[in-house]
């Protein structure tokens, strides 16, 4: 017994001196809206919140391990939530994991990050849900190319296959998934996609495009919904951003088509952004304008508190008046 708990010591003593790749991030927002057309509920209140503890790549030999939990309020209550869970193998340009994660298409615009409120705040544009899978990665600098096997209880089973390439600022990337349960016609789907970016010192561009067809199966019939978005930070003066971004879906439900346009300048000041900015989005065949100010305060490092007043017009010719105050930090050893 004593042998069995030194050599459990001597195997545990190398982990725990390791310096742990841990990181914890917490978000709120807390918005007022006044609806001045209204008689009766002319003012509506609404906050979001969002914790996230996780690990990055901790190593040890050629085993790798990352994960993330994160917690977000439901009605009675925060529910944890097992967001990430890989087991890595490493060898040489070889990889093979085993886990689970949430996966999608589209993510990190400026656009949907500036507000916590953002429906895909921290997440996915379109196509998001969860694969549990046995992936293999193929890593030959510049190029890399992963394939998963697996699936999910709605999605049942799932094939993901992708391909990167990265070098001097650029990235280009093609991605196909196959499902045997598409997860809302729940017939089989086939969904591809693009991906490009590129990062200069004076702009950063990025773009996403994404196809889907779903299958006909028993007596449901053939569809087709496809998407886009991209988005653009040019830096022109000193302290000045300009930044612009544009997204379109078309699905074969309610609402079925839906088109943003998105614009803001930015002014760095110190450690304050002033940020005008405009929205135009066109849903159900109605235009909604939305300008606005934004400011934020990062007071350190990832971390910044935002004040946010936007005056929407539409849809429906009905106005309304958004002020929200939110909080964006994160910590990392």
């Not at 394939?147 to 999605?155: E, I």
């Not at 490009?196 to 996403?208: F, N």
């Not at 930044?243 to 002014?267: D, I, M, N, S, V």
């Not at 958004?322 to 964006?328: F, G, I, M, V």
Request: aromatic fraction near 12%.
């Amino acid at each position: 017994m004593l042998l069995a708990i030194m050599l459990l010591g001597m195997w545990v003593q190398p982990i725990v001196a390791m310096e742990l790749p841990l990181w914890a991030k917490a978000a709120s927002s807390y918005q007022g809206t006044w609806y001045p057309d209204r008689q009766g509920l002319d003012l509506e209140w609404q906050g979001k919140y969002l914790f996230a503890i996780g690990v990055d790549s901790l190593r040890y030999g050629p085993l790798s391990l990352n994960c993330e939990i994160d917690a977000r309020e439901q009605v009675d209550g925060f529910v944890p939530t097992l967001n990430k869970l890989q087991i890595s193998w490493h060898h040489e340009r070889h990889t093979i994991t085993l886990g689970t994660q949430g996966i999608g298409i589209g993510r990190d615009y400026w656009f949907t990050e500036r507000d916590v409120m953002h429906p895909a705040y921290q997440g996915w544009l379109w196509e998001s849900t969860r694969l549990h899978s046995v992936d293999y990665t193929f890593n030959h600098s510049p190029w890399q190319s992963n394939l998963a096997f697996g699936g999910n209880q709605s999605a049942r089973a799932m094939v993901n296959a992708e391909l990167e390439y990265q070098d001097n600022g650029h990235t280009l990337g093609a991605g196909i998934r196959g499902s045997t349960s598409d997860s809302h016609w729940h017939s089989p789907s086939l969904i591809g996609n693009l991906k490009w970016q590129h990062h200069a010192p004076s702009y950063e561009i990025k773009a996403d495009l994404m196809a889907k067809k779903v299958l006909p199966h028993q007596d449901k019939p053939a569809r087709e919904e496809y998407a886009v978005a991209g988005a653009g930070v040019w830096r022109f003066a000193a302290r000045w951003d300009m930044l612009t971004g544009a997204e379109y879906q078309h699905k074969e439900y309610a609402p079925e088509e839906r088109l943003g346009l998105h614009l803001a300048l930015r002014h760095k000041w110190n450690a304050v952004d002033i940020m005008p900015l405009y929205s135009w989005q066109k849903l159900i065949g109605e235009s909604i304008h939305s300008p606005g100010l934004q400011v934020n305060w990062h007071f350190y490092k990832d971390c910044h508190l935002g004040l946010i007043y936007q005056y929407h017009m539409g849809p429906f010719e009905e106005s309304r008046h958004a002020l929200a105050l939110q909080a964006d930090l994160r910590f990392a050893m």
